[in-house]
Every structure is written in C-alpha cells, then in structure tokens.
T-cell receptor
Framework: QQQVKQSPQSLIVQKGGISIINCAYE??????FPWYQQFPGKGPALLIA?????SEKKEGRFTISFNKSAKQFSLHIMDSQPGDSATYFCAATQSYNTDKLIFGTGTRLQVFP | NAGVMQNPRHLVRRRGQEARLRCSPM?????VYWYRQLPEEGLKFMVY????????ESGMPKERFSAEFPKEGPSILRIQQVVRGDSAAYFC??????????????FGQGTRLTVV
C-alpha cells in the first residue's frame, strides 16, 4: 500500500512534443505529490508538486493533473526541449506524518531535436 | 545559502570495511532524510532524523546500518562491514521545521558508494 507505480519506464519525444508520465498510488492518506527531475550524477530536484485539493497545477511548461477518485496523477511537459532530457520521479507522502517520500521507479525521458 | 552538502561524492570500500557518509543540511533546516538509490531504480527511504533524534528508521536494514544527527555537525550514515550489495548512490535531503503548507525537501548531490 506504500507503493507508487510509475509508467512508462522510458520515453522518447520529439522536440516540441508533449511528454506524459503517469503515476498511481494506493494509500489514500497521501496528501502531497511532488515530481522530481534528476540529471545524471546529480541529486533529484523538485520540479512541481500538488495537493489533492486541486485537480491541476501548472508552472510554465510543466503541468500536474490529479485524479483523486482514480488515485492517479500525471506530469505533462509541453513543448518538450532537449534540455528536459532527464529522469523524472513521482513521489507521494503524508505531510502530517514523517514527510518521508515514497518514490516511483522513474521515467527516463529523451527529447530529440 | 549553500545547498545540502554531501561528502564524499565518491567512496570506494573493500568488502568488510566501514563506510561513513556525511550530510550537512541547508542552513535553517532541522530535518534530515537519507535515501538509497540502486542502479536504474527509484529512491528508497531509509531514515528520518531531527537533531539528536531518530524519528523514523523504518527503511533502514536491521543490521550494519546506523544513522545519527548530532547537536553539532553533520548527519552521518554509517555502514559497517560493507558488502557488494551496498553499492548504490546514497542521497541526503533536508527540510525546514514543518509548517502546514511547507513540505519541500532539498536533496544533496549524493555519495556514490562502490564496494569492491
């Protein structure tokens, strides 16, 4: 019940296209859902996050869509750029508990010019 | 404001040796988390500490692994008698005292441990 399932494992997108990464969770006590971006040899960096009281959050080219009833959330990267090529992790946590993040298994995104 | 500092960046140990990984949280942050990332996998939570207290160690292996966050100085993740399976990237994250809206954790660049 503590798992967060992420798909796809890898994604290849043409420059200017839309990248979509999906995650699903079981634990209804999760109340904070961040997405992290990780470049090779670096630590994860927070990209965007959402709480379940909203269904969508947009920051620049990045949008999280959240479906509370389906227990699913997704990251959309609009106008994908080669610089977006990285591994993306979704995560979930119970922010009123210990704040430990439960991570998905990651999606390796490659954006080709 | 320096980010989360981890050292060393790379650590090579022979089987049976001890590994000590250090993490200095961001200024003003009193919460420290350790995560382990195996090759081609996501990050797995290991332990959550506040100054001088272990809050949640549910992800720590029962043997050989320990963590501390003393009143002064960095947090230390200690692995005794390392085995090949301990080879991984170990990431530290820190966050400020929890508020109702602030849950962001900032990650360091990690320590890549290789056991030979």
């Amino acid at each position: 019940q503590q798992q967060v399932k992420q798909s796809p494992q890898s994604l290849i997108v043409q420059k200017g296209g839309i990248s979509i990464i999906n995650c699903a969770y079981e634990n209804t006590a999760f109340d904070y859902f961040p997405w992290y971006q990780q470049f090779p040899g670096k630590g994860p960096a927070l990209l965007i996050a959402i709480r379940p009281d909203v269904s969508e959050k947009k920051e620049g080219r990045f949008t999280i869509s959240f479906n509370k009833s389906a227990k699913q959330f997704s990251l959309h990267i609009m106008d994908s750029q080669p610089g977006d090529s990285a591994t993306y992790f979704c995560a979930a946590t119970q922010s009123y508990n210990t704040d430990k993040l439960i991570f998905g298994t990651g999606t390796r995104l490659q954006v080709f010019p | 404001n320096a980010g989360v500092m981890q050292n060393p960046r790379h650590l090579v140990r022979r089987r049976g040796q001890e590994a000590r990984l250090r993490c200095s949280p961001m200024k003003g942050h009193s919460h420290v988390y350790w995560y382990r990332q195996l090759p081609e996998e996501g990050l797995k939570f290991m332990v959550y500490l506040q100054k001088e207290n272990i809050i949640d160690e549910s992800g720590m292996p029962k043997e050989r692994f320990s963590a501390e966050f003393p009143k002064e100085g960095p947090s230390i993740l200690r692995i005794q008698q390392v085995v090949r399976g301990d080879s991984a990237a170990y990431f530290c994250a820190s966050s400020p005292p929890r508020t109702l809206t602030n849950t962001e954790a900032f990650f360091g660049q990690g320590t890549r441990l290789t056991v030979v």
